[in-house]
């Protein structure tokens, strides 16, 4: 599967948003991939990895978030369930699987209610490693300062904001992929 023209079909205008989704989606993956390759005893799905950490991303124009020329109706937390929806009417239910675990270092469905995130109440937590070292990636970088990686105690307080058991996640993804 060609990543691009799934995004070329939801995106179809050269645009900032797509721009944004492409340079974010682009150091997500690249990140991803380098960590990959560092553990090759892990036996990771480097194919898989490429073409879903593109994709994780896909359901933000969804979503009402102006910073990012995003103009769609839905709260911002709800990208990765409305782009898993996305991508698994295209045929491709395990990049779904990506995109709907990837927000935060995944949400629980104890986090969600204890939260009263406005998403589907079930368990949205990265279970595969692939799974894994995407979401890991994706704390790397915001969309709102491309190309700038955040550094490892940045990286940990984004996700220590969001409370749950987010940190606990990212703590263990630092031992198992740095």
């Known amino acids: 599967m060609n990543p691009l023209t799934l995004i070329d079909k939801f995106y179809p205008e050269e645009n900032e948003l797509k721009r944004i989704l492409l340079v974010h989606s682009r150091s997500v993956t690249d990140k991803a991939l380098a960590l990959a390759k560092k553990h090759p005893e892990l036996d990771l799905d480097l194919t898989f990895i490429e073409e879903a950490a593109m994709l994780h991303d896909i359901g933000i124009f969804l979503t009402d978030a ?26 491709f239910p395990r990049h779904a699987l ?49 190309d700038k990686e ?24 630092c031992e198992l992929f740095l």
């Not at 990837?102 to 595969?128: K, N, Y």
Request: glycine share 10%; net charge negative.
């Open 66 to 91: 102006p910073d990012i020329q995003c103009f769609g109706t839905h709260p911002y937390i709800c990208h990765g369930y409305l782009g898993a929806d996305l991508v698994r009417k295209e045929g």
């Open 150 to 173: 955040k550094s490892i105690e940045k990286a940990r307080k984004s996700v220590e904001k969001h409370g749950g058991n987010g940190v606990q996640h990212f703590d263990r993804w």
């Open 98 to 146: 990506v995109c709907e675990r990837h927000t935060g270092a995944g949400l629980s469905l104890q986090d969600i209610e204890e939260q009263g995130l406005p998403v589907p109440h079930r368990d949205m937590v990265p279970v595969s490693l692939e799974e894994e070292i995407i979401c890991f990636a994706d704390k790397f970088f915001s969309k709102t300062k491309l």
